[in-house]
């Protein structure tokens, strides 16, 4: 199994340029998500999906899309890039939503927004 | 984020020594809790599971102390790989799933 996959590692924008971050899973799980990391900010939930067809938003989706039309896969999407947008995300998912709410993560993409 | 707190430090400690950091919530329904280890620029990686009133693996122990409303951490005989950014998790049950919210980190360097 390849795990939780990202793409791109590396990704530069100019303000107001768009792109999709990809993020697919092999492991049949339930529940995936996005995180933001910040210098000093720590990770901060930007959309998370409980099953394929399901979204939701965390605690910082402003300027984010986020879709969920296969159990593999949960793309994120900058619709107008932001130089506030400058960051390191990531991508993970989990078996359910019980007992086991391990978090694999895949090895992010960082993002920098001129 | 107030509702996870940690002391970001950064922790200094020499090889061989015990350190300990705690992390405290506010939310008095979560019920699990999960330490992630984090290395420079690397995805986080689950370090322990908490789902009663502790856990040890190892020279890692977690402690969870339900009425201060905090877990902590303790390291014993430090390596120079524990050299990493430890970040709490607590797990809410009461209220929407699938919301996990991270600390900002515990930053430790274990030295020579």
């Known amino acids: 199994n390849a795990g939780v996959t990202q793409t791109p590692k590396f990704q530069v924008l100019k303000t107001g340029q768009s792109m999709t971050l990809q993020c697919a899973q092999d492991?049949?799980?339930?529940?995936m998500s996005w995180y933001r990391q910040d210098p000093g900010m720590g990770l901060r939930l930007i959309h998370y999906s409980v099953g394929a067809g399901i979204t939701d938003q965390g605690e910082v989706p402003n300027g984010y899309n986020v879709s969920r039309s296969t159990t593999e896969d949960f793309p994120l999407r900058l619709l107008s890039a932001a130089p506030s947008q400058t960051s390191v995300y990531f991508c993970a998912s989990s078996p359910g939503l019980g007992a086991n709410e391990k978090l694999f993560f895949g090895s992010g993409t960082q993002l920098s927004v001129l | 984020r107030k509702e996870v707190e940690q002391d970001p430090g950064p922790f200094n400690v020499p090889e061989g020594a015990t350190v300990a950091f705690n992390c405290t919530y506010s939310?008095?329904?979560?019920?699990?809790f999960f330490w992630y280890r984090q290395d420079c620029r690397k995805e986080p990686k689950l370090l322990m599971s908490?789902?009663?009133s502790g856990n040890e693996d190892g020279r890692f122990t977690a402690q969870l102390n339900r009425a201060s409303q905090y877990i902590s951490l303790l390291i014993r005989d430090s390596k120079l790989s524990d050299s990493a950014t430890y970040l709490c998790v607590p797990l809410d049950r009461g209220s929407t799933l699938g919301r996990l919210y991270f600390g900002r980190g515990t930053q430790l360097t274990v030295w020579p």
């Open positions: 939310n008095s329904a979560s019920q699990s």
């Open positions: 492991m049949n799980h339930e529940y």
């Open positions: 908490v789902y009663s």
